[in-house]
C-alpha cells in the first residue's frame, strides 16, 4: 500500500500496520475504506477516549451513559429523558443551511432511536464579530445557519426552546454550530444499538443512498478517480420530511416487540451502524449491496458504505416478525429492504451480489481501534495574556458602558434569531427561547425540565480548567434558576488540533475540569461529542466545551422565568462579586482586551446556590430568578426588567473591589462576572425566610433594591451609576441584533 | 362532539389540535389518517398545521390529492364545521375549500411569535362565542402566511363579511406594523360562502392554557362545540 494512498484516507503507516494485523492480511479497497473512516477522529474518539473515561457517568437517575446513540436519564412518572448534544461546525461554515440543518436532523435522529419522542431542540452558536473585515462573510453564515436550524426544527416539528449565540474573533473562520435535543421515553422501553439474534433480518429504510457525504480524505480510490471526477460536495442535504415520516414509522414500530435494535446513518454511513451494532451485540453482520436502495447507478460497495446520505437508518428484527415490519413502513410510504442478517461470526461481512468484498471483526473496527495519548504541552501565550493591569485601563462613565453592553451581539436579545424558530409546536414549552432556560412540561404528569447550554469559550481561553467548571455551573445555575433540579448533562468538546501539544492541552485540561465540577455538582455526563481541528488557516477557535444540562421541576406551575414579576417586589442577590473583570464582555468590549484570570469558582458554594435556588421556587418563595454572567450585575439587573412591560427597579450594590483600585470600582461591581451570583426577587415579608435559607446553607445573599417605577437606577455605596429609562434600555438590547441584519439588507 | 383530526404525512400539530379538544375541552377526539376515506362520524373536522407531504411544490398543493379530501369535501358540503389551521389553511386554499392563496411572508422569514387578532365575523361555527372585535393573543409559527387573493376577491370577500381574523395591535387597530407577514389587508382567517370552512394562520390550538401564555385560542373550540350543541338541538328539535 503507498502513502499516497494512506494520505488520502487519513491513515498512518502504524495504524495500516494494525489493519493488516487485525485481518492477517492486506486489506482491499473497500476494507481500507471502511477503517478509515471507522479509525478516524470522529468516529473512534482516539484523541480524545482516554482523556473522556475521567468523566463521571454514573448516577442513581442514570438509564444510559454514553455509548449509545443518546443518554437517559429517570425523571420519574416510569418515564425517562432521552438528550444529546452534537456538533456540526465544519459543515456549517462550508453550507450554512444545509450544514445547520443536517445537523438538528442528525441529533433527532439520535434520540428518536432511543425510542424517545423528541420534545425540543437548542442550539449554541458561536461566530465571528457581525462586523469588521469578515462582517460580510459572519453575516451570511450566520443567517444561513439560522435558516437552516428553522427550516429543519419547524418543518419536522419540534420546538426549539432555547440556546445562546455569542461572537468572537477566533469563530470568524470557523464557527460553531452544536445541537441539542432532548425526548422523552418510557424508561422501561429504551431501544439499544444493538445487532443480535443469529438469522435475525437486518432492514435498512429512509432515504436512499447517494454519492454525497463520501469525506474528502476517504473519497477515492485511484481506481475511483479513473472512474469519476466529479468532485461532490462533502456536505449533505437534509431533507425533513424524510426524517418525519422516519421518525413517526420508527416510533410506531417501537410500540411492537418487534424490534431488536436501531441505529441512525450517520457519520460513516452504513459503515458505522453495521459494525456498532454487531459489536455491541457480540455478534456478526453480513450485508449485501445489492439490496441498499441506491439514488445513483453504478455506485461501488466502496461509495455505499463510505455514503452519508441523510436520513437512514439501519434496524435489526425478530425473524418472523418481517411483514408486520414491513407493513408500519409501508403505512408512511417508507420502503423497508432487507439487506442482510445478523451472523454468529462477529464479522462485518460486505458482499455486493453475492462476492464478499469486506470481512472485518467487528470488534477491530470498534473497540480495537487507535487510542492515542497524545503529548501535552502549557501553551506559552497563557503567561502573557493572563496578567491583566488594571492600572492602565481608562474608565468610563458606567452609564456609557451599560449602553454599549446592551448592544452587544453577545448580550442583546435573540430574538432576531429565535422569532424564526417554533418554540412552540407541540403545545410543551413554558418557558420560551430567550428566557435563561427552555422549559418544556411532561405531558400527563405535573413535571417539566428545563436545558439550558452554556460555554464561554474566553473563559477557557484564560483557563480552560476553571472554563470548563464554569461552563457546567453555569448550565446547571440556570436552570436551577428555572427552579429545577439539575440530574444530566451532555457536553459538546470544541477544540482545535489534537495534534498540536498545546491544543491536547487545552482539551485535557478542560476535561479534568468539567470532571471535577461534574462531581462536585453531582451531574453526570450521559454522552456527548468531541469536535477537534476546528481551525482555519492554523488558527484554532477558543478552547470552547459546550455544556447542556437537563433540570426537573416537580411541579411545572412553579416555573421561574427572569422577568420581575410584580412592581414592589424585593430584589435579593444570592451570592457575592469580587470585582472579577478578566475575561468579561466589559474587557473586551470596552478595553477591547481579552486578558485576565477567568472568574474564580468554589463548586461548594455553586452547589449550595444551586440547592437553594430549588428549594426557594418549590416553597414559593421567589417571583423570579436570573443569573449574572455576561455583563454582570448590571446587565442582569436590565435583563429582569426586560419583558415586564418596563418595569423599573431601584438597586444599590456594595462596592467589590478595594480602595486601591478606585477608578475600578463602579466598573467592577457592575460589569465584573463573578461567578455563582443570582438575583432574584420575592414579595416583600417573604426576603427574611428566603435570607434564612440563604445563611442556613452558607450563600451569602442581600436585598439590594426594589422593584418599582419605569427606570433602573442602580447605584454603588450610595452614588448613582446607571440611570435609565427601561424602555430605552430595552430598545437598545433588543434591536441591536436585528440592526446589522438590516445593515445587509440594505 | 366528536373532533376529527386529519393527519397527513408531514402534519405536526395534529397532537396539538387532539390535545386541545380532548384533554383541554373533554371533547371526544380521533385522528384519521390521509388514506382513510371516512371521518368516522366526526362532528368537527380539523385540518392541522404541519407541512404535509413535505410542502415541497407548494405549501398544501399536494394534500388535496390525499384520500381523505373527498370526504372532507363532502362534509363540508353538507354544513359540517371545517377549520383549516396554518397549513391547514393552506390546504383549504390549494383544495379550493377557499379563495386565494399564500406567499411567503413580507421579509422572507419564519415567523413565531404571539399575536394579536380582531375577531370580525362572529357568524361562523368557530367564532360564536366569541365578540365582534374581540382581540385574541393567538401565536403564528410560519414562513408562507401572506394571504393574497385578487383584488375583486378581496373585495368580495370583505363585502360578504368573510374575514373572520384580522391582525391588530393592542388596541384593536389594524396597521402595517400589527401585521406580521404582509397579508393583504391584515387578513388572518377568512371563511367560505356557507360560514361553515374556515382558515386561519395563527395557531388557536398553541393557545388553549396559560401555562403555555395564553388561552384566547380556546374560544374557537368552544364555539365549536357550542354550534353543534345547537345544530343538534335543532335536528331534534
Partial sequence: MNDEVLERHGLTREEYDRIVRALGREPSETEIGIFSVMWSEHCSYKSSRVHLKKLPTRGPRVLQGPGENAGAVDIGDGLAAVFKIESHNHPSFIEPYQGAATGVGGIIRDIFTMGARPIALLNALRFGPLDGPDGVRTRRIMDGVVRGIGGYGNSIGIATVGGEVAFDEPYAGNPLVNVLCLGVAPANALVKGTASGIGNPVYYVGAKTGRDGIHGATMASAEFDDRSAEKRPAVQVGDPFMEKLLLEACLELMQTDALIGVQDMGAAGLTCSTCEMGARGGAGVEIDVMHVPQRETGMTPYEIMLSESQERMLLVVKKGREAEVERIFEKWDLHASRIGEVTADGLLRVKDRGRVVAEIPNRALVDEAPVYNRPVKRPAYLDEVRALDVASLTIGRPAADFRRLLASPTIASKAWVYRQYDTMVRTNTIAAAGLTAGVVRIKGTERALAISTDGNGRYCYLDPRRGAMLALAEAARNVACAGAVPIGATNCLNFGNPERPEIMWQFVEAVEGLAEACRALDIPITGGNVSLYNETDGRAIYPTPVIGVVGLIEHASRTLTRAFAADGSSIILLGEGTGELGGSEYLKLVHNRVRGECPSIDLARERALQALLARAAADGLLLSAHDCSDGGVAVALAECCFDTGGLGAVVDLTPELSASHENLVSAATLFGESASRVVVSSRVGDEPRVLELAATRGVPARVIGRTGGTRLRVGVAGAVAIDCAVAEAEQIWSGALEMFFRRTAA | ?237
Avoid at chain 2, 408531514?10 to 397532537?15: L, P, Y
Wanted: glycine share 12%; charged share 20%.
Fill in chain 2, 1 to 237: 362532539m366528536k373532533f376529527a383530526v386529519v393527519v397527513f404525512p408531514g402534519s405536526n400539530c395534529d397532537d396539538d389540535s387532539y390535545h386541545a379538544a380532548k384533554h383541554v375541552l373533554g371533547q371526544e377526539a380521533e385522528f384519521i389518517w390521509h388514506k382513510e376515506t371516512s371521518l368516522k362520524g366526526a362532528d368537527v373536522v380539523i385540518l392541522p398545521g404541519g407541512f404535509a407531504h413535505g410542502d415541497y411544490l407548494r405549501t398544501g398543493a399536494l394534500a388535496r390529492f390525499s384520500p381523505i379530501m373527498g370526504a372532507v369535501a363532502e362534509f363540508a358540503k353538507r354544513g359540517g364545521p371545517v377549520l383549516g389551521i396554518c397549513n391547514g389553511f393552506q390546504i383549504l386554499l390549494e383544495a379550493g375549500f377557499l379563495p386565494g392563496a399564500m406567499l411567503r411572508n413580507r421579509d422572507l422569514k419564519f415567523h413565531c411569535e404571539h399575536v394579536i387578532v380582531r375577531v370580525e365575523q362572529t357568524e361562523t361555527p368557530f367564532t360564536l362565542r366569541a365578540a365582534k372585535g374581540q382581540r385574541l393573543r393567538i401565536p403564528i409559527a410560519h414562513g408562507e402566511g401572506n394571504y393574497y387573493a385578487p383584488a375583486d376577491v378581496v373585495q368580495q370577500l370583505e363585502s360578504s363579511g368573510r374575514v373572520v381574523f384580522r391582525y391588530c395591535d393592542e388596541r384593536g387597530d389594524v396597521t402595517e406594523r400589527a401585521n406580521p407577514n404582509g397579508a393583504v389587508n391584515g387578513i388572518a382567517g377568512i371563511c367560505n360562502e356557507a360560514r361553515n370552512v374556515v382558515g386561519l394562520m395563527p395557531h388557536p390550538e398553541r393557545a388553549c392554557e396559560g401555562a403555555l401564555g395564553s388561552a384566547d385560542g380556546l374560544i374557537l373550540f368552544e364555539s365549536a362545540v357550542a354550534a353543534m350543541a345547537q345544530e343538534g338541538v335543532m335536528r331534534t328539535a
